[in-house]
């Protein structure tokens, strides 16, 4: 697996092959879409959408897109933000993370997971955070088989809806002996 950060300069709109190929990926992701309330209609998700929200989330400086892509192929993607609003939160945090269907239950979603936790970890971060809808089961019970566990529960910032508010500590490995 590759990850990659979507760049989008300054002013310019995501390439429209890469812009189709994240629309697939968040359409195909439609029991999501319809439990999140992301997107108006679940079964008709449109690339002025996606590349609308994909543009409020990079706005902010501290956020990053972060795409996966497995024999040259979009699999997945994560958005990440180094701090979050609230100044007494630390920890960075795991905003989303989408894995094409298609895929599903081969390990990419875990791969990915990993991947973000070695990128905050090499950056000196202790732990990271994030937030799973009280009404999605299938998430908490990836990421508590992730090794995450429920610290809290609060409305997310954006929607207000319930959430589950899960951390993870990121222990450097000890070299073997």
Not at 61 to 72: F, H, I, K, Q
Not at 117 to 128: Q, T, W, Y
Not at 158 to 163: D, G, K, S, V, Y
Request: with cysteine.
């Amino acid at each position: 697996m590759i990850l990659e950060p979507l760049k989008v300069p300054r002013g310019r709109d995501i390439p429209a092959p890469l812009l189709t190929e994240l629309t697939a990926l968040h359409a195909a992701n439609r029991e999501f879409q319809a439990l999140s309330g992301d997107f108006p209609d679940p079964d008709d998700i449109r690339p002025e959408q996606v590349a609308a929200a994909l543009a409020q989330e990079l706005a902010n400086p501290d956020t990053e897109v972060l795409l996966a892509r497995d024999s040259g192929r979009l699999t997945g993607m994560v958005i990440t933000l180094a701090h979050h609003p609230d100044p007494v939160d630390p920890d960075p945090w795991i905003g989303l993370l989408l894995v094409d269907p298609a895929v599903h239950r081969q390990g990419h979603g875990r791969r990915l997971a990993t991947a973000v936790e070695d990128r905050f970890r090499a950056a000196g971060r202790a732990a990271v955070r994030l937030a799973v809808l009280d009404n999605n089961p299938k998430a908490l019970a990836f990421w508590t088989a992730c090794g995450y566990e429920i610290v809290g529960h609060r409305p997310d910032r954006a929607l207000n809806r319930p959430c589950a508010v899960l951390r993870k500590p990121l222990r450097t490995p000890r070299p073997d002996a």
